[in-house]
């Protein structure tokens, strides 16, 4: 790897994140390097998706940033903003298709509002995409006669659709057959080698992290910061914190 | 991505041989490619002895110049011409050997217009299937209401007085405020004409018998039809969708019992008070009116008094409590028969109120004419 491909491409600072007076992540910093498939895990209810709601300028935080490309989106407004936004895409744990269009439509729907591209150009370019989440000939469907895998990969294609460096993926295995869950796994590391995309993944399917994540950092709901940060099997394997071997050996909790 | 590449540029050359050769230069992304699209598939779909792409300029490529390539590649193959890319950079080269031109085709087989035919069968299909649910909604609602009254126990009274809260108190507001601008202007309206002939005092009989009769049932329901109606729709349409109503099948509950007979019941209790308020506002509005003219409040009172009797009110709150039943009931159908997404619960919450508004209206003429008939 050259230098150029392991710069961080992510920067999170001293964020800390909560709904009104409760606090539910405290002063957690940690960078995504360009190119790599980073995995944030946790327990259930530990933050994993408000540091995600966090990181893609849903929810403010109330305090420290984020930057994405060196441009810090807590505090970007108006044009830089949205400049910040067309840099990444988001696939949202339910799909979040736009029920009433076809996934033709879903996917140029961006294209018709950020690009000048003509028609026929705006079809080619969603045809596309959806030949590489392995769904064409399903353009003319609308949402609900798909199944729930077919679902997220169109949800994918659609947060691809102005090619975004950086992707980020809201549970994507949850409610899969294992069957399904790896060719989505499949699809996640052939669009990270081929197209170079950052991707940033949300989730608890231990198969699936060892099979996608080059790097994960784990959440913990007691400490409300991060417990771990490393690679699966070194985490697994030589973690010197019990829980985290519990989590990737997936042991139950003994003591309460 | 890179932010300091030129601009994409394209120039034919023509190669010794007759074949046309393009040369594509620059950035190759959304912008580069949106100016250069209708050009480059222009010259593609005119090349007739083949065309070859010279991409050895290309700086940069995304997904929009992908698709720019194969649509040139599709347009010269489509019209018999031989496609050649040359000098196209390793890295975007692997990309373009992912895709075929038959990739990107539009279909426009599948979306054929309907014939008129087919579309007024289609249409007359979906108002029968209409008909045919309503009835058997009327046959599980009229059941479920038998039951609840044989064993009262087993309604859901924390409900049902929950939603008398909401369609009944909370509308009180906005009831009395319609009725009392109702009463007041058409008062005032029709007792300018009147004072042409001396006869404003009428003006309480016009008003009494309009307002108990006809307008004091009307406006409450259909005011209960956007307010109630319309929620009831939205809030069963969306747990429908959700899989709610699936989940209390499951778990052995009806729907019909468990959420429709609480909320009608509830409603139609509701709808007579209402329109009591909307009644003694429209009257407040006209009283209003004859003072102002310089008529005591006594005389009004009295006037109304002799032109009203107790059957027009009580006609009149039975009428509502019957339209506070059909809006209801109505708008819970709606919303059990919602299918797919949140444009289905769009489209129920509308049809709750478009046909709890024709019910309303239907149901009003033939009070009118069993009235007539009974002589009231």
Same mark, same amino acid.
């Given at each position: ?72 989106? %807590?505090?970007?407004? *108006?044009? =830089?903003? !949205? ?5 990444? &895409?988001? #696939?949202?744990?339910?799909? +979040? ?35 590489? %989440?392995?769904?064409? *000939?399903? =353009?003319? !469907? ?5 199944? &729930?895998? #077919?679902?997220?990969?169109? +949800? ?39 197209? *170079? ?60 | ?376």
């Amino acid at each position: 790897m050259t230098d150029a491909m392991t710069d961080a491409i992510i920067e999170v600072k001293n964020l800390t994140v909560g709904y009104g007076e409760k606090i539910i992540l405290q002063r957690v910093s940690f960078s995504v390097r360009r190119g790599e498939v980073f995995v944030i895990l946790g327990g259930s209810g530990c933050g994993k998706s408000t540091l995600l709601k966090s990181m893609i300028g849903l929810t403010p935080p109330m305090a420290g940033g984020v930057r994405i490309n060196g441009r810090n989106i %807590v505090t970007a407004r *108006g044009r =830089e903003r !949205k400049n910040i936004l067309r840099s990444f &895409g988001v #696939m949202y744990q339910s799909g +979040a298709l736009f029920g009433s269009m076809s996934l033709l439509e879903n996917i140029t729907l961006p294209l018709e509002e950020y690009t000048r591209l003509p028609r026929a150009a705006r079809e080619a370019v969603a045809r596309m995409k959806l030949k590489l %989440v392995g769904l064409s *000939g399903s =353009e003319l !469907k609308i949402p609900s006669e798909l199944s &729930g895998g #077919m679902q997220k990969r169109a +949800a994918i294609a659609r947060a691809m659709a102005l090619d975004p460096g950086i992707l980020f993926l809201d549970e994507p295995q949850a409610g899969l057959d294992p069957v399904t869950s790896a060719g989505l796994d499949e699809l996640i590391l052939t669009l990270s080698k081929k197209l *170079g995309i950052t991707f940033v993944i949300v989730t608890h399917e231990l198969p699936s992290i060892y099979a996608v994540a080059d790097r994960v950092i784990m959440l913990d709901g007691r400490t409300r910061g991060i417990i771990a940060e490393g690679a699966p099997a070194e985490l697994r394997d030589h973690s010197d914190n019990p829980w985290v071997r519990q989590f990737f050996n997936r042991e139950a909790e003994h003591t309460a | 991505m890179d932010s300091s590449a030129d601009t994409a540029r394209l120039s034919p050359k023509n190669a010794p041989d007759g074949a046309q050769v393009l040369a594509i230069t620059g950035n190759l992304d959304a912008t580069g490619v949106a100016a250069l699209w209708d050009q480059a598939t222009n010259a593609a779909a005119r090349s007739r002895g083949g065309l070859t792409v010279d991409a050895s300029g290309v700086s940069g490529c995304d997904g929009a110049g992908m698709a720019l390539l194969l649509e040139m590649r599709r347009l010269a193959e489509a019209g018999g011409a031989s496609f050649r890319l040359d000098g196209l950079q390793e890295r975007f080269a692997a990309l373009y050997d992912q895709f075929s031109p038959a990739d990107i085709v539009p279909s426009d087989a599948g979306v054929r217009k309907p014939s008129l035919p087919v579309e007024v069968g289609r249409k007359a299909y979906g108002l029968l299937d209409d008909i045919v649910s309503l009835v058997a909604f009327v046959g599980e609602f009229s059941l479920a209401v038998v039951k609840a009254l044989g064993n009262p126990r087993r309604v859901r009274w924390k409900d049902a007085l929950a939603v008398a809260e909401t369609a009944g108190a909370n509308a009180v507001p906005i009831i009395v405020l319609i009725g009392f601008l109702m009463g007041l202007i058409m008062s005032f309206q029709s007792a300018m004409p009147l004072r042409q002939f001396g006869a404003e005092i009428f003006v309480a009989n016009l008003l009494g018998l309009s307002l108990l009769r006809e307008l004091g049932p009307l406006v409450t329901a259909i005011i209960l039809a956007g307010r109630s109606g319309s929620a009831f729709a939205a809030e069963i349409g969306t747990m429908t969708v959700n899989e709610e109503i699936s989940a209390l099948v499951t778990m052995g509950l009806d729907p019909v019992r468990f959420l429709v007979v609480t909320r009608v019941l509830a409603a139609m209790a509701m709808t007579p008070l209402l329109t009591m308020f909307f009644n003694i506002a429209g009257l407040i509005g006209g009283a209003l009116v004859m003072l102002s003219l310089g008529y005591p409040l006594v005389s009004f009172i009295n006037q109304v008094h002799m032109s009203v009797t107790l059957g027009d009110m009580l006609g009149g709150l039975f009428k509502s409590a019957a339209f506070g039943l059909l809006v209801c009931a109505i708008g819970c159908q709606r919303g059990l028969r919602t299918r797919g997404g949140a444009s289905a619960v769009g489209n129920a919450t509308t049809s709750a109120v478009v046909s709890g508004i024709i019910l309303i209206a239907v149901c009003d003429g033939v009070f009118a004419v069993v009235f007539y008939v009974l002589g009231w």
